[in-house]
């Protein structure tokens, strides 16, 4: 069915992956695709987009969506689902009160979704338990910000990035979580050679390649690395005495608790004292100096300790609030900063009011008149999680988060969920698994249906507008709710008829007895129509009303949100080594890829997105790898306690020996143990409440298998029975990575199993078999069209599978060309990309080697030859290491 033009509108909307926050321009056809572009209106990208925001239409279809409400895994209307949410929640407070009951939330809620769940807990329900992923997430900054500031407050802007002579990007991979920003720093040194980036990240990361100085820290050396700074900041003179003396207290105590030579801080970070010194030179010299940190700082048992550690040399320095200068921490969620300020988060109140001030309770009590309000911190995630399971929770709403994969002790999350007597969860997906565990599950709008404002990681506010239609019964969170805060008895006071009358409310609280005296102050937007929440242009806060728009920036000349408004020097010590070199152990770190994003529930839909990394892995250094008999490309087992993960060796020396790298995103639904949080302990930092994830303490060993195998499919193959598995979406269908322990002599039963959908068709099935080397190769064709191919080998299969998968969307007339699939390789015209390095193009790491080797020798050379890297340039540094490596191979 053709659109009508009229619905063929463009709409302006903001990128709902990472805290960037790219504008972005979409557009509906009338064959009902979607075309995305980037908004060159946009201040955060300029109508840049990286490569998950360039496959956005890609996610948007609604295979796998949940779209009505269920209750008990039957189909329920919205009046019987929302009854029965109010009923079990109004039940549960009424026999064992308030903390009896939950909220798990997200950054990825929208800030008007966010406020009206976090009113209906703190003021209505009258318990701080609604707690948000972003404890697992900024919950350190946040803590590091209130403790030196006294607010919550990001200081600068990203134009202080492009401004800065010195950027130290900490426990941060830019290049792949932050691309645009990446980029905006790469264009700025492409013009301005002489500016400076080190980066500080126990990986090599793609982020690392490019930097002037890489310090490979041991894990957690952070402290010490930036007391030793502060103390040769003191030594080398370069204190910025006004600033302190006016604006600061507390930097004697800081110094004595930093008070560490360069030779201690080497013992405490692994690095020589010629790459210690070489860093404390340089920010000693650079007065813009930008240190902009993320997971490696924040998720860790001294991640709070880490932040202040870094604000302080921004303090002492006065390099804070003016241009090019600043700690920055760069948030991860689309709304991470929109949930702060909505006041998300356990121990926060809302519009950065804080739940221990009496004056700030009876402020946000008077405006919402509400019956009570919560006077005490309510449970943070992990402990939230922790009460599920020892049954003090009785009733739990988790939205917009998959907390059974992405919570550390994930296995116990899992239990506890499933224990509880009542559990809710709004969500896109009809299976996640988290909603497996629910009794009743809601259908949420996504991204393109629903209607709000996110803020970025400069306290930018922008729209995510809708331009699709909501899909069978979705609604939004904020409605959800609304609606059952209202079935609860709360009706006058959760009556919102849209988004735009939530935003008003919170632009008015945050106004309210203001002055200056919070941070957060968009009492301006306080009036606005509807007509003009439409057409809401981005802007940073603070926007407070009838006033200028001032300086986008904070605290350059002081005025902290502290009682005295004087900033505080937080007396920070590194905690000194805890784990001895001869530790039989591996140290686990986990993060992300460039192209999946968190738990894989959309960018595992998208084909382009999953070609650049189809298998979950672990980073291992050769060292250990041939000291274990671990071989390249076979199968590990990671493990923990009783926990274990199956995933393919990826031995590499951009990790150190005796660490460990693996990805956090792949699920129980795309491999068949690669969720790693379950090998996570909840150890968390004691300021935040932020789990250390990314130091899970495991062994290693090779997992023994008997058959290696490959399958491309149409259909969504059934990979039950195989001991290691992991599927990706592929053009045309799926590919699947699997192993068995044991050989097999049926492999025609065993296809059939595998393929079982197909099975009832006529197909025409081509064989071969070498039964010595245990090498077998099936390809089925339903007339002229692959419909499945299956390779088997007692080593690695050796099949180019972006070449396999590519096959699935072509014609096979020939006879003869069919046995190009039994051969597994392409021959005469067809070619073999090798690994998709760029994803928008679908250009290979080996179509960029041969170009390389016919004479293009830049980054910019393979653009124009390949078009690699000439759309989102998330792939530029990795096509710059490609053209490194070839260039090494050519002088040798
Ligand atoms: N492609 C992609 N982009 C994303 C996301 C995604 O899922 N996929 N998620 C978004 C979200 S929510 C977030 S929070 C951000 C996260 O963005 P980042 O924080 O940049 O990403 P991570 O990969 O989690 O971790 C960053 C680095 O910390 C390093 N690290 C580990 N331990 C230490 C340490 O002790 N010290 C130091 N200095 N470094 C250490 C790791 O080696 C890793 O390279 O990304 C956002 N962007
Ligand atoms: N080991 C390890 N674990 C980690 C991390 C790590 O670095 N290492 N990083 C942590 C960090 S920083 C983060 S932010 C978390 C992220 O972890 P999660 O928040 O658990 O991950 P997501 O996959 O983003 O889950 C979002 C869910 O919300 C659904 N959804 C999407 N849009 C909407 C919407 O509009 N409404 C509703 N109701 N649902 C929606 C999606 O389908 C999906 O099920 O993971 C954390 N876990
Ligand atoms: S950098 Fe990429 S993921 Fe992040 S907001 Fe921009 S387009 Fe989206
Ligand atoms: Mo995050």
């Known amino acids: 069915m053709k659109l009508a033009p009229s619905d063929c509108r463009t709409v302006k909307t903001t990128c709902p992956y990472c805290g960037v926050g790219c504008g972005i321009l979409a557009r509906r056809n009338e064959e009902g695709t979607v075309t995305i572009s980037g908004d060159p209106t946009h201040p955060a990208n300029f109508g840049r987009l990286c490569s998950k925001g360039v496959a956005l239409g890609e996610t948007l279809d609604l295979e796998g ?15 019987e689902a929302l009854s029965l949410v109010a009923e079990r929640f109004s039940a549960a407070v009424a026999e064992h009160g308030p903390e009896s009951v939950a909220f798990y939330v997200s950054g990825q809620l929208l800030t008007e979704d966010y406020y009206v769940a976090n009113k209906l807990m703190k003021g209505f329900i009258g318990s701080a338990n609604i707690d948000t992923n972003s404890r697992l997430c900024m919950a350190s900054s946040v803590a590091g910000h209130r403790r030196a500031f006294g607010s919550d407050t990001v200081p600068g802007c990203y134009e202080d990035l492009e401004l800065a002579d010195l950027i130290v990007l900490v426990g941060s991979n830019l290049a792949w979580c932050h691309p645009v920003l990446y980029q905006r720093i790469v264009a700025a040194k492409a013009a301005r050679p002489e500016m ?91 007065e813009k100096t930008v240190t902009l940190y993320s997971q490696g700082v924040n998720q860790s048992v001294c991640g709070t300790d880490k932040v202040n550690a870094i604000i302080n040399c921004h303090l002492a320095t006065g390099r804070i609030g003016r241009p090019g200068m600043g700690p920055f921490s760069i948030t991860g969620q689309p709304n991470a900063m929109g949930g702060r300020e909505a006041g998300g988060l356990a121990n926060m109140l809302a519009c950065h009011m ?87 599950k809601l259908p949420s709008t996504g991204w393109g249906e629903k209607d709000g404002t996110v803020t970025n990681s400069e306290r930018r506010i922008s729209r995510q507008r809708a331009f699709l239609p909501a899909p069978g019964e979705a609604k939004p969170d904020w409605w959800q709710m609304g609606q059952v805060a209202q079935l609860m008895g709360h009706h006058e006071a959760f009556d919102y008829p849209d988004p735009a009358s939530i935003f008003r409310e919170v632009a008015a609280l945050s106004a309210q007895d203001n002055a200056g005296a919070r941070d957060f102050d968009i009492g301006d937007c306080a009036d606005m129509t509807l007509h003009d929440y439409e057409r809401l242009e981005p802007f940073q806060w603070p926007r407070p009303k009838d006033t200028a728009p001032g300086d986008a920036r904070f605290f350059a000349k ?65 060292d250990d790898a041939s000291r274990l008999g671990i071989t390249e490309a076979s199968i590990v087992e990671v493990i923990s306690g009783d926990h274990k993960a199956r995933l393919r060796a990826l031995i590499t020396r951009r990790q150190k020996a005796g660490r460990l790298f693996v990805p956090m995103h792949w699920n129980g639904l795309f491999a068949s143990a690669a969720r790693i949080n379950a090998l996570i302990p909840p150890v968390m930092d004691p300021h935040s409440g932020q789990p250390a994830l990314k130091s899970g303490r495991v062994a290693i060993r090779p997992f023994k298998v008997g058959l290696f195998g490959f399958a491309v499919s149409s259909n969504k193959p059934d990979p039950n029975g195989c001991d290691y598995w992991a599927l990706a979406r592929c053009k045309g269908g799926w590919r699947l990575e699997f192993a068995l322990t044991r050989t097999t002599d049926d492999i025609d039963g065993f296809a059939a199993r595998l393929f079982r959908e197909a099975a009832a068709q006529q197909l025409e099935t081509l064989a071969y078999s070498d039964r010595e080397k245990h090498d077998e190769r099936r390809a089925s064709f339903d007339g002229s069209r692959l419909l499945n191919a299956l390779y088997l080998s007692a080593e690695p299969v050796a ?68 078009k690699a890297g000439t759309n989102c340039g998330s792939c530029r540094s990795e096509i710059q290491e490609i053209v490194d490596a070839e260039s090494v191979v050519a002088a040798e």
């Not at 969506?65 to 009046?79: F, I, K, M, Q, Y």
């Not at 994930?410 to 909603?435: K, R």
């Not at 599978?801 to 096979?812: C, F, V």
Request: charged fraction near 25%.
């Open 65 to 79: 969506r949940l779209l009505t409400p269920e209750v008990n895994g039957a189909s329920a209307t919205w009046d």
């Open 196 to 286: 400076k980036i080190v980066v500080v990240d126990p990986r090599r990361t793609v982020t690392a390649d490019t930097a002037d100085l890489h310090l490979a820290i041991d894990p957690d050396g952070d402290v010490a690395l930036f007391c030793g700074l502060l103390s040769h900041l003191k030594n080398a003179g370069v204190l910025d005495e006004a600033y302190i003396a006016n604006h600061t207290e507390g930097l004697d105590a800081a110094l004595a608790a930093a008070d560490i030579g360069p030779e201690q801080v080497a013992s405490q970070t692994g690095l020589t004292l010629d790459e210690i010194e070489r860093f404390y030179s340089l920010f000693a010299a650079t």
């Open 354 to 440: 804080d739940l221990e001030r009496d004056d700030h309770r009876s402020l946000v009590r008077d405006f919402w008149q509400s019956p009570v309000i919560a006077d005490r911190a309510g449970l943070k995630a992990v402990e939230l999680f922790q009460a599920v399971a020892d049954g003090r929770i009785k009733a739990l709403w988790i939205m917009a988060t998959n907390p059974v994969d992405s919570l550390p002790d994930a296995d116990g999350v899992q239990a506890a969920i499933a224990s509880c007597p009542f559990v809710v969860v709004s969500d896109l997906l009809a299976e996640t698994d988290t909603a497996r565990h629910a009794h009743v």
């Open 558 to 622: 002081g005025g902290f949100f502290t009682a005295n408004r004087k900033a505080r020097f937080v007396p920070v010590a590194p905690a000194g080594r805890e784990i001895s070199e001869a530790s039989p152990q591996f140290r686990l770190n986990s993060g992300r890829v460039r192209d999946h994003w968190h738990t894989m529930t959309r960018t595992g839909k998208s084909a382009r997105l999953s070609a650049h990394t189809a298998e979950p892995f672990a980073e291992i250094h050769p």
């Open 799 to 866: 099949v180019s599978r972006l070449w396999a998968a590519e096959q699935l969307d072509k014609g096979y007339d020939l006879r003869q060309s069919r046995y190009r699939i039994i051969a597994g390789r392409p021959l005469g015209d067809g070619r073999d990309p090798g690994a998709i390095v760029c994803s928008c193009f679908g250009v290979g790491a080996k179509d960029i080697g041969a170009a390389v080797r016919s004479g293009s020798s830049s980054v910019d050379a393979i653009g124009r030859a390949l």
